[in-house]
């Protein structure tokens, strides 16, 4: 069974970081590519970024550029999202989530894990 | 303003056909596949429909979804109480080289 298993979120300041993690186990992981996506609770889905199974394709969201990085560790089964310059607007449950191809374009995204609650409030 | 336009409610009552509309471009539907996720109240979205028009195993058949120029659809026939939930439309967007969301739909079952 698909499992991905999100930790890292938690209570931070604006302007402080956060790495988050995700654990993946019964599937292939660097076979697929990875993606983050983040919801305000009551709102919709938004899409923070994407990476590629070899990590040599990276996609971020307008939002979310120059201050989150996504990266992977295939030998782990992890996949990390590093989120630096935190703002009050990023406040979100995280999601991470299985691609269905190792391409993280044109193709999509089919497993989600669980998510991890990050607040960044003063 | 999401990329992707999407009813924000839809309803029906048990039994019937509902369909659930999502409008987008050549940058985004038009070009790449579509997918549908289905969010029950208080958990993790759920693959509804996989490449326009796949269905996950365990999906039943009563889901299914189309896509025709830069629209996609998912439609739900005989719908059930447990039905009633959040559905969103995703694909990749070559223009903005990122994924994009339909705002969602929530689906009420009268």
């Known amino acids: 069974e698909v499992q991905l298993v999100e930790s890292g979120g938690g209570l931070v300041q604006p302007g402080r970081s956060l790495r988050l993690s995700c654990a993946a186990s019964g599937f292939t992981f660097d076979d697929y590519a990875m993606h983050w996506v983040r919801q305000v609770p009551g709102k919709g889905l938004e899409w923070v970024s994407s990476i590629s199974w070899n990590s040599g394709s990276i996609y971020y969201a307008d939002s979310v550029k120059g201050r989150f990085t996504i990266s992977r560790d295939n030998a782990k089964n992890s996949l990390y999202l590093q989120v630096n310059s935190l703002r009050a607007e990023d406040t979100a449950f995280y999601y991470c989530v299985k691609g269905d191809n190792g391409l993280p374009y044109y193709y999509g995204m089919d497993v989600w894990g669980q998510g991890t609650t990050v607040t960044v409030s003063s | 303003q999401s990329v992707l336009t999407q009813p924000p409610s839809a309803s029906g009552t048990p039994g019937q056909r509902v369909t659930i509309s999502c409008s987008g471009s050549?940058?985004?539907?038009?070009?790449?596949?579509v997918y549908w996720y289905q969010q029950l109240p208080g958990t993790a979205p759920k693959l509804l429909i996989y490449?326009?028009?796949q269905r996950p195993s365990g999906v039943p058949d009563r889901f299914s979804g189309s896509r025709s120029g830069t629209s996609a659809s998912l439609a739900i026939s005989g719908l059930r109480s447990e039905d009633e939930a959040d559905y969103y439309c995703a694909a990749w967007d070559d223009s903005l080289s990122g994924r994009v969301f339909g705002g969602g739909t929530k689906l009420t079952v009268l």
């Open positions: 050549n940058s985004n539907i038009g070009n790449n596949f």
């Open positions: 490449r326009n028009n």
